[in-house]
Structure formats: structure tokens, C-alpha cells
């Protein structure tokens, strides 16, 4: 158990609604990621995070932006969610032996 | 970017049947994992596999970095071995700390 807790679990929000997911572990791992999954697209990358105020974009980075402000959380906002933004995402951290860990997922429906 | 591609994209077994799903790459790869998604979209790390052989129970694992590919074999499959298994490479030269992943295969494992 990589000690990983992503929250909410299920969120349902309106078009144009900002929305923030939060992902929290608890064994200071360096290497933070969010990814979305979608049907016939696999897990994409959104953004990861090096360390404390260090973040780079992923492949699909447009319409999210992240916070890092402690090593123990990640933060992935949508600024004003789009229908095309209803996906599955997982958090990830990665481990001192180069693993992926993911938590349980959110599911986030944009109506 | 580096190019994943994973065979075949759906497979249906009988219990206790074996099976090779593959990992195809683009580039050469510093970082190479397994990941098994269950029916209730949890998130398993099977392998780090960037080259080499390894095996875990039923399950092993082969990577050919020289020829850009990777083999998952699964021996006396069981049903609760169903679900899709993905691929994540991350590569291209440098480190950069980003996996990439395929598109998955679909195992069914029929009783």
C-alpha cells in the first residue's frame, strides 16, 4: 500500500464550474502525477510534480492547472469544467525504485 | 514523443488457459511497467521491467529493450486474473519522469 488518498471519489458538477481534486500521500515521495483515463485513450498525463512548487504539463495539460504546496499533497484544478472533461482521474506517486503507485480514482462527470 | 502499442487490444480465455500479451515501443526506454486494471478500476503494479526477465507467481515478465518490446506472460489464468493490462514505458533518450502508456488489453477470463 502506497498510502495514497484521492478525494473526493465521485463528484458530479455543472459546465463552467471550477472543480479541485485533491490526491494526499503519506511517505514524502517526490513524484506526483495526475492522469485521466478515457475509453480507447488509455491513462494520458495532465501534470506531475518534482517536488514542493515544482511542476511541469503533461500531454493533455489544456483547461487544468496544479498545486504543490507540501511534499504529502498534489492538487489538480479545473478552472471552469467542460462536458469534454467527464473522465476517471487517478493520482500517482512514484516510489524510491521507480514504480507507479496509484490511488483509487475519482470520477468526475461535467453535466 | 515516445509511440506505445500493446497486442492484441482483447483476448477472451478459458480457466486455466496461458496467454502473452506485448508491449511495443518506439524508442529506447529507461523505464518500463506492467499495470493490471481490475473490473473495479483499481490500479496494480505488476512489474518494473525496463530489461530483462522477471517472474511473480503465474505471472512473469520479459523485456527486449535492444528490439523495443515487452512481453506479459500469463500462465493457469484465473478469472480474477480479467481485466486490462497496460504497458508504461518512459524513454526517448534523457529521463524525464514520465511514463507513457498504451492503450491496454482487455482480458476476459471466462469460468
Known amino acids: 500500500d502506497a498510502g495514497i488518498t484521492q478525494s473526493p471519489r465521485h463528484k458530479v458538477t455543472e459546465t463552467g464550474t471550477p472543480v479541485t481534486l485533491r490526491c494526499h500521500q503519506t511517505?514524502?515521495?517526490?513524484?506526483m502525477y495526475w492522469y485521466r483515463q478515457d475509453p480507447g485513450h488509455g491513462l494520458r498525463l495532465i501534470h506531475y510534480?518534482?517536488?514542493?512548487?515544482?511542476?511541469d504539463k503533461g500531454e493533455v495539460s489544456d483547461g487544468y492547472s496544479v498545486s504543490r504546496s507540501k511534499t504529502e499533497d498534489f492538487l489538480l484544478t479545473l478552472e471552469s469544467a467542460t462536458s469534454s472533461q467527464t473522465s476517471v482521474y487517478f493520482c500517482?506517486?512514484?516510489?524510491?525504485?521507480?514504480?507507479?503507485?496509484f490511488g483509487s480514482g475519482t470520477q468526475l462527470s461535467v453535466l | 514523443g515516445i509511440q506505445v502499442e500493446q497486442s492484441p487490444p482483447d483476448l477472451i480465455l478459458q480457466e486455466g488457459a496461458n496467454s502473452t500479451l506485448r508491449c511495443n515501443f518506439s524508442?529506447?526506454?529507461?523505464?518500463l511497467q506492467w499495470f493490471h486494471q481490475n473490473p473495479w478500476g483499481q490500479l496494480i503494479n505488476l512489474f518494473y521491467?525496463?530489461?530483462g526477465t522477471k517472474q511473480n507467481g503465474r505471472l512473469s515478465a520479459t523485456t527486449v529493450a535492444t528490439e523495443r518490446y515487452s512481453l506479459l506472460y500469463i500462465s493457469s489464468s484465473q478469472t480474477t486474473d480479467s481485466g486490462v493490462y497496460f504497458c508504461?514505458?518512459?524513454?526517448?533518450?534523457?529521463?524525464?519522469?514520465?511514463?507513457?502508456f498504451g492503450k491496454g488489453t482487455l482480458l476476459t477470463v471466462n469460468p
Open positions: 524508442d529506447s526506454v529507461n523505464n
Open positions: 521491467i525496463p530489461s
Open positions: 511517505e514524502n515521495h517526490r513524484y
Open positions: 508504461a514505458v518512459e524513454g526517448g533518450g534523457g529521463s524525464n519522469y514520465k511514463l507513457t
Open positions: 510534480s518534482y517536488g514542493v512548487k515544482d511542476t
Open positions: 500517482a506517486i512514484r516510489d524510491t525504485n521507480e514504480k507507479l503507485f
